[in-house]
C-alpha cells in the first residue's frame, strides 16, 4: 500500500490540515499500515451477517420481521425456555445402578457420547471406551473378543442424551456402571451421569488396561456404596448453591472443578465418616476425592443436562438445548425443533499437549460435557477462572474476553452463577439460534483431548470452535417449520 499517496488524498501533511483519522472495516492489514505510517485508525471487526449467505439472510429476515406475528411468538418462547433454565433447581437426590434408574437400559446397551453414531463411525477413544465397557461388563475377555461383540450387531449404542444422561468424553455408559441420579426439583426430571474416574489413563478417554477396568470395579463396589449412604444421611445437595460458591472461587465448571470439587468434599465428609464401612475404605475414598480436582465435572453436567432438558419441544423457541459430539460428529438441539439433531464433522481442539504428545496425536472433538457451555458455565464463565488458561492454552485476558463476547449470543444472565472479575455480572444463559447464524459467533468450548487411537486415553486439553454448519442447518429447519405454519 502506498501510504504517502493516500495520506495526500486526504490532504493531510498540509500546514493546518486535521490529523487523519480512519474507520477501517475488514481485514486488519490496511488499519496496521495506516498505523504504522502514523494515522489515527479505529479497526472494527465487521463481517457480513451470516457470513453473507443468500439464503441463511433471507431466513434471518424472515424470522426477524417486525411486523410478521412469528418475530413476537419466538421471543415470547424464547423468554419462557430462559425462565425454565434460570428456575430450575437441580440437586443430587443418590446414587443407583445405570440398568436400575437409567430409563430403558438393559445389558446390551451402552450409552455414548454425543449425537447417534454407529461402531462403524467411532473415532478411536469412543471404541476404546466400547471395548473397555464390553470387558468390565464380563461381555468380553479382551480387547479382540470386545470389538468382535461390539461389531456384531449384539450391542445396541445410544446417546446419553436419550436416556436422560450425559457422560464426559466417550460417556460410555453400561448396566453395572453406578451413576448419580439429580432431579430438578422445579420441573421434576432427572438426569444421569457416571463418576468421575480422574485423568490420564482411563475408560471415557479411550483407555481399557487393566488398570483402568480395576479401578472401575473398586469405584462400583467400594466407592459408590459409600457416597451413596452419605447421601442418604445428608440428603438432596443444593447444585445451584455449589456451582454459584464455585464460580466466586475460581472455577468455571467445566475443565476446572478443584473448589466445587473441594465443596462437595466438605458437604460429604462428615456423613461419609458414619457410613459402615472399614477405615481403610473410607481412607481410600478420601485419598480417591482428594486426587481427582475433576470429581465435580460429572455432577455439573448432569445438572446443566437437568436444566436444559424442560426447554425441548417448547415451540417456536430458537434456543439452543443441547450441544455434544461423539468425535465424529459435533451435534446440536433447538427447543423449538424438539428431538431432531444438526450435525457437522467435530472439529480439532487447539490446546496444550501432555509431555511425549502433539496434534498428530489428537482425535477430533469428543464428549457431552459441553452441556455446561450449553447452560451458561464452562467457556461461557472463563472470565470466572483466569486460572484455567495454563491448563487449555490462552492468557488471563482472553479468558474475559470469551466471556464477554458470549452476552452477544445469549437472551439472558444468570443471577445465581456471578463473575466476580465482570463486577458480579451473572453467566450469558441461553444460548440463540439466530443470533450465533448472523454474527458469525460460535459457542466457546474449552475441553480435553483424547489420543485418536483407542486405549491410549488423555493427551491434552484445549478451546475448540463449534463448526457453525450445525446452526446454520438448524437455522433454515427452523425457518422450513415455522414459516409453512403461519
Avoid at 423468554?79 to 446414587?95: D, Q, Y
Wanted: glycine letters at 10%; charged letters at 20%.
Amino acid at each position: 500500500m502506498n501510504v504517502e499517496n493516500i495520506l495526500k488524498l486526504f490532504g493531510q501533511g498540509r500546514e493546518g490540515d486535521a490529523p487523519l483519522r480512519v474507520i477501517n472495516l475488514g481485514l486488519s492489514i490496511f488499519a496496521e499500515n495506516l498505523e504504522r505510517a502514523g494515522a489515527r485508525v479505529v479497526h472494527t471487526d465487521w463481517r457480513a451477517e451470516a457470513g453473507g449467505k443468500l439464503e441463511l439472510i433471507e431466513a434471518l429476515d424472515a424470522l426477524r420481521d417486525p411486523a410478521g406475528e412469528l418475530r413476537a411468538d419466538i421471543v415470547a418462547a424464547n423468554e419462557e425456555a430462559v425462565s425454565r433454565i434460570l428456575r430450575g433447581k437441580p440437586v443430587i437426590v443418590g446414587i443407583g445402578r445405570a440398568l436400575e434408574v437409567i430409563p430403558g437400559m438393559h445389558q446390551k446397551l451402552l450409552l455414548h457420547a454425543g449425537p447417534p453414531v454407529t461402531w462403524e463411525r467411532m473415532c478411536g477413544p469412543m471404541r476404546g471406551a466400547v471395548m473397555g465397557a464390553l470387558m468390565y461388563e464380563g461381555l468380553a475377555k479382551s480387547p479382540e473378543e470386545a470389538a468382535r461383540l461390539a461389531a456384531s450387531g449384539e450391542i445396541e449404542f445410544a446417546p446419553c442424551h436419550h436416556h436422560q444422561a450425559v457422560g464426559p468424553m466417550a460417556g460410555i455408559v453400561s448396566a453395572s456402571m453406578p451413576v448419580w441420579i439429580l432431579r430438578n426439583e422445579t420441573f421434576g426430571n432427572l438426569a444421569f451421569s457416571t463418576l468421575n474416574e480422574g485423568l490420564g489413563k482411563v475408560l471415557r478417554y479411550g483407555a481399557y488396561s487393566d488398570e483402568v477396568l480395576r479401578r472401575l470395579k473398586w469405584m462400583e463396589e467400594v466407592l459408590a456404596p459409600i457416597l451413596a449412604k452419605a447421601l442418604e444421611l445428608h440428603g438432596p445437595v443444593d447444585m445451584q448453591a455449589l456451582i454459584a460458591q464455585a464460580l466466586q472461587m475460581g472455577d468455571e465448571g467445566h475443565n476446572r472443578n478443584r473448589a466445587a470439587t473441594s465443596l462437595l468434599i466438605r458437604t460429604l465428609a462428615p456423613h461419609i465418616v458414619h457410613v459402615q464401612a472399614s477405615v481403610s475404605d473410607v481412607a481410600e475414598v478420601f485419598r480417591f476425592l482428594d486426587s481427582n480436582d475433576h470429581f465435580f465435572l460429572n455432577l455439573s453436567m448432569a445438572a446443566c443436562k437437568s436444566l436444559l432438558d424442560p426447554t425441548l419441544g417448547i415451540e417456536k423457541s430458537t434456543v439452543v438445548s443441547t450441544m455434544a459430539r461423539n468425535g465424529t460428529e459435533f451435534g446440536i438441539r433447538v427447543a423449538g425443533l424438539g428431538e431432531q439433531w444438526f450435525t457437522a464433522p467435530a472439529p480439532k481442539v487447539e490446546g496444550l499437549y501432555l509431555p511425549g504428545f502433539s496434534e498428530a496425536d489428537a482425535a477430533p472433538d469428543i464428549g457431552d460435557s459441553v452441556i455446561t457451555e450449553t447452560a451458561g458455565i464452562g467457556g461461557f464463565a472463563m472470565a470466572a477462572a483466569p486460572a484455567i488458561v495454563q491448563f487449555v492454552g490462552g492468557t488471563a485476558a482472553q479468558a474475559l474476553t470469551f466471556t464477554q463476547r458470549m452476552y452477544e449470543i445469549t437472551v439472558a444472565e444468570n443471577p445465581l452463577w456471578r463473575i466476580p472479575a465482570l463486577d458480579f455480572r451473572g453467566t450469558p444463559t441461553g444460548i440463540e439460534l439466530t443470533r450465533v447464524v448472523a454474527s458469525g459467533i460460535v459457542p466457546v468450548v474449552n475441553t480435553g483431548i483424547a489420543h485418536r487411537e483407542p486405549g491410549i486415553g488423555m493427551v491434552g486439553a484445549g478451546l475448540v470452535k463449534p463448526p457453525m454448519e450445525c446452526f446454520e442447518q438448524a437455522l433454515l429447519a427452523f425457518a422450513r417449520k415455522y414459516q409453512s405454519n403461519n
